[in-house]
């Protein structure tokens, strides 16, 4: 008899939020800053990393889960470095993703979008300490391939390389990509808006500057599509402009 199907291997694309605390309120509250923002990223699959908490018996997985839910965002799987809270992905019938501790704590690591940070206000106030203690610009001199993520903390990045579908770039600062922007870009990500990206040829999937997003599902206008442009915040909202040549 034919076959009515084949099991093959697949690579799970989902963007991440980064939990920061169990509290509900807290989360329901921040939820409702940010909803008109979600608009773009309703009903697509989110990863929920849970590498801040510590303790998987006190986690109400469900009511989070259902709490994301209620504003659309579809959390399919959770991620943290312990083994332990398998059993808590099992009990939900969700998946788990196991992330190795040194990319937990090192600058270049798997992590969560802008919709994990602290509201604009806050940061705000906070920019000029973030500041101070920047670190140098983070160079990646590679291609970022399809499934990986790096992480800026606390400074510029830079990549030279190609940015492929699939992949995504974090900065706390700016970011700039010298190849071909055709994943995930997100500056700002500890809620500097005065932070921009700089693409050589845009032909993302996303960009993000301070948690602000715009998904790309059209062809970008024949100025913009695959010409060197920057992306920066102008009264809250998300501007793409082309770089001209001098």
Known sequence: MKPAF????????????????????LI????????????????????????????PATLDLAKIVALFSRYH?????????????????????IAFSILP??????????VADALDQPSAEVNDKNNSSVAASALPTLV???????????????SDLIVLGLVSE???????????????????????????KETRIFAQSMQAELVSVAGIYRIFDQQLPAHLDRHP???????DRLVLSAIQAH
Do not use: C
């Open 28 to 55: 329901n509250h921040e939820l409702k800053q940010r909803a008109e923002r979600f608009g773009n990223l309703r009903n697509m699959p989110f990863t929920l990393d849970l590498h801040n908490l510590a303790n």
């Open 101 to 110: 501790e040194e990319q937990a704590n090192n600058r270049v690591k798997a």
């Open 6 to 25: 084949n099991v093959k291997s697949a690579r799970l694309d989902t963007l991440s939020v980064q939990l920061l605390t169990d509290d509900l309120t």
């Open 140 to 154: 990646i001199d590679r291609t970022i391939r399809t499934g990986q993520q790096v992480y800026a903390e606390k």
């Open 229 to 235: 442009v920057q992306i920066f915040l102008q009264n």
């Open 73 to 93: 965002l579809r959390i399919i799987a959770i991620r943290h470095s312990d083994a332990a809270w398998v059993s808590l992905a099992k009990q939900h019938n």
């Open 166 to 192: 699939g992949a995504e770039i974090i900065a706390d600062g700016n970011i700039h990509i010298y190849g071909p922007l055709r994943g995930r870009a997100l500056a700002g990500a500890a809620g500097n």
